[in-house]
């Protein structure tokens, strides 16, 4: 019983530290001067993603994730896909946006590194050149395969997080490692309670994404309750922790060369 004690009382510590950096990070993205919705937040680039005309003979993956719209960004974040074929000069972005309802998932719906309403995005993947162009056609019929195309819950899901979850699980190469905060990442239905983590190399076991158990290369070992979600990253050390998401090491995953800097980011006109 005291040992019970102990662990509950650090993982309530753990919580609440978690909660309170997430909180901060919340407080200090405040809305641009003028912005009274979410019709007004910025949604320009974001300046990470590489000019796709400069590097026109690159076939280029890349996932990013920002926390969601107002205060929901202190609990979870919203990711998307990008890419793009040697000899495409423009990049093909898919999300999962609820609002798009029954059709939620979308192509092209922002900019490929666009702010998310007001919100910086983080690169999680970050793959170029011959093993991008291989991972190409795997992700188109991933994204064809979503078995929720017309259906939404933000929480626990189906949501955003599980249509990113899907396509780490069809295309084992994007090593994609969704963090804690990804809430949605875990969803599976009762009938598929049992399968392949969201990075696509290790397993899980999760009832609807509100009680679950994942262990993988990518993950480390992550124990979900009632979405909130605990680990440890093993392979890129940290903690993995609901809210904040991560503590620890950078764990995007990365390959081919980076012969290129990013292009600048677009600001709003005033």
């Known amino acids: ?72 960004g202190t609990f979870a974040v919203h990711p998307w896909i990008i890419f793009k074929r040697a000899g495409e000069t423009a990049y093909t972005r898919y999300d999962v946006v609820g609002w798009r309802a029954p059709q939620v998932v979308q192509r092209n719906y922002a900019l490929p590194d666009g702010l998310w309403y007001g919100k910086p995005p983080s690169l999680l993947v970050d793959h170029r050149g011959e093993a991008a162009a291989v991972m190409v056609p795997a992700i188109e019929a991933a994204i064809a395969s979503y078995p929720h195309a017309n259906e939404y819950r933000s929480y626990p899901g189906p949501n955003s997080n599980t249509f990113l979850a899907h396509i780490g699980r069809e295309v084992p190469a994007l090593k994609l490692d969704l963090p804690a905060n990804a809430i949605g990442k875990d969803y599976r239905p009762l009938s598929r309670a049992l399968g392949v983590s969201s990075s696509g190399a290790g397993v899980q076991a999760s009832l ?63």
């Open 1 to 72: 019983m005291n040992n019970f004690n102990r662990i509950a009382r650090g993982m309530l510590v753990l919580l609440g530290l978690s909660f309170t950096l997430s909180l901060a990070q919340t407080v200090a993205s405040t809305p641009e001067q003028g912005q009274r919705s979410w019709r007004d937040a910025a949604r320009h680039s974001a300046g990470i993603a590489p000019d796709p005309e400069q590097l026109v003979d690159v076939a280029i993956v890349q996932i990013y994730a920002a926390p969601t719209y107002g205060w929901r």
């Open 208 to 270: 609807l994404g509100l009680l679950g158990l994942s262990v993988g290369v990518q993950e480390g070992v992550e124990f979900n309750l009632l979405g909130l979600s605990f680990g440890l990253d093993l392979n890129s050390p940290g903690l993995r922790l609901p809210f904040v998401g991560r503590l620890g090491l950078d764990d995007s995953s990365v390959s081919g060369t980076r012969d290129a800097s990013p292009r600048p980011a677009h600001q709003p006109s005033s």
